[in-house]
């Protein structure tokens, strides 16, 4: 009889002796490819501690945890209580792009191939166009950016500094004689360091030789007013008309 009693008690116990607890540990990648974690998941017994890492790929930074455990630490500990899915979440990284102007002009930006949905994280590919102001012409870009191509693309993967160079038009000022005299030319504005950039200022003056005596202006400059100021913006053509002296002759 208490042989009988022993047995079912064991049984009794046995019976009521439960299987261990396992969780599910499930871990994601936000967006995917930009980084790695360890360990990636699995089942994991209940009361168990885990520590995770996270690493970005290259160009991506490390911004969170989210999900059943949030933290800005790329390191973390978990402790199975239950089934938990966290994500770890990376970022871009992002450069700066610097645009200089010598010159007078801007530069539009056009974003060609976004790394992801902000203008300027890594990856970008950015056309720049050169646009030229008023009596100015597009040269060439400096910096991070060469050559005289515009528009242009550039890959922001790196903090970038870029130059658009303008400089001014320039045009010929042809004087033409016509009798005999020379004309000399004075600036009185020029439109940068160099004579007869577009806006320069010339004052002229015809000069006579011998017996000839100033007359008039023809083609982009007229009247008899000598001296006589041009402006320079496009290209112009001005004769200097000469005319022989007239003396009278008295006789008695």
């Known amino acids: 009889m208490l042989k009988r009693i022993s047995f079912l008690f064991l049984l009794l116990i046995i019976s009521c ?11 994601n990648i936000n967006p995917p490819e930009s980084g790695f974690v360890s360990p990636n998941g699995g089942t994991v017994p209940s009361g168990q501690q885990i520590s995770i890492s996270a690493t970005p790929a290259n160009e991506y930074l490390f911004q969170n945890w989210s999900g059943s455990e949030n933290s800005n630490s790329q390191n973390i500990s978990v402790i199975m209580d239950s089934d938990k899915s966290i994500t770890a979440n990376f970022v871009k990284k992002k450069y700066a792009l610097t645009l200089n102007v010598e010159g007078e002009g801007s530069v539009t930006e056009k974003v060609i191939k976004a790394g992801v949905a902000t203008d300027y994280n890594s990856g970008t590919i950015v056309e720049l166009t050169a646009v030229p102001g008023g009596e100015w012409l597009f040269v060439e870009w400096k910096g991070d950016l060469t050559g005289s191509e515009n528009p242009k693309q550039i890959t922001i993967d790196k903090a970038k500094t870029v130059t658009a160079v303008f400089v001014k038009k320039q045009y010929p000022l042809t ?12 600036v009185i504005k020029a439109g940068v360091a160099t004579d007869y950039n577009s806006g320069t200022i010339v004052e002229l003056t015809a000069v006579p030789t011998g017996d000839w005596e100033f007359y008039e202006w023809k083609g982009d400059l007229t009247g008899s007013e000598n001296p006589k100021q041009i402006t320079i913006d496009k290209v112009k053509s001005i004769t200097a008309v000469f005319v022989r002296k007239f003396y009278t002759l008295t006789v008695n």
Not at 17 to 27: E, I, Q, R
Not at 175 to 186: L, R
């Open 17 to 27: 002796s439960k299987d261990p607890v396992n969780y599910t540990l499930t871990v």
């Open 175 to 186: 004087i033409e004689i016509e009798g005999e005299g020379s004309v000399t030319e004075k």
